[in-house]
């Protein structure tokens, strides 16, 4: 399968998600895989139909509150038809300072982009973080619905995280495709 045509598209007030965004991009790039970055708040929700595969980053603010450009689009999201799209997902959030609320725009994301009949892919496992709830966790608790980010309190696992991450994704993506 040739991976062509991946969106990442993120929504950040501080940047943290964008350069969150800008990391994974160029790691897929190390695997010959061009990633065309856009903050949501420059496009028109059109442009999906121009990707196989979109990324979406998300960050939690404070206590469980959705990044205002995403929280814009809630409605819109869940009636988009996306059956024909390969989505993950990262989250940034702040596990000790808001660790009832981890990553739960990531959740929400997630949950709004349900309907659309997507596939999703990228689960994360919840090892290595001490959180108390997320709503971005799979019904087990086991996995996150996608990469977890913490850059307040583990910003030094960044980069292996996403290493791991778009590994995986460019795995997941081969086996959907067999």
């Not at 994974?24 to 595969?53: C, H, P, R, T």
């Not at 300072?97 to 309907?115: Q, R």
Request: hydrophobic share 40%; with cysteine.
């Amino acid at each position: 399968m040739k991976h062509t045509s991946i969106a990442l598209i993120y929504g950040t007030d501080t940047n943290n998600t964008e350069e969150v965004g800008h990391k994974i991009a160029a790691q897929y790039s190390e695997l010959g895989v061009q990633v065309e970055l856009f903050n949501i708040k420059d496009i028109e929700l059109s442009l999906l139909d121009d990707y196989s595969m979109l990324i979406l980053g998300i960050p939690t603010w404070d206590f469980g509150g959705i990044q205002s450009d995403w929280e814009d689009l809630g409605d819109i999201l869940s009636e988009l038809s996306l059956d024909d799209k390969t989505i993950a997902i990262y989250g940034l959030g702040d596990q000790f300072g808001y660790g009832d609320y981890f990553v739960d725009a990531m959740g929400w994301l997630y949950e709004k982009l349900l309907p659309t009949k997507a596939t999703f892919i990228g689960q994360w496992s919840t090892e290595g973080y001490d959180f108390e709830a997320s709503r971005a966790c799979t019904h087990d608790k086991a996995h996150f619905i996608g990469l977890a980010i913490d850059e307040d309190q583990q910003f030094d696992l960044t980069d292996q995280r996403i290493e791991q991450w778009v590994i995986q994704l460019y795995a997941e993506r081969e086996l959907e495709a067999a």
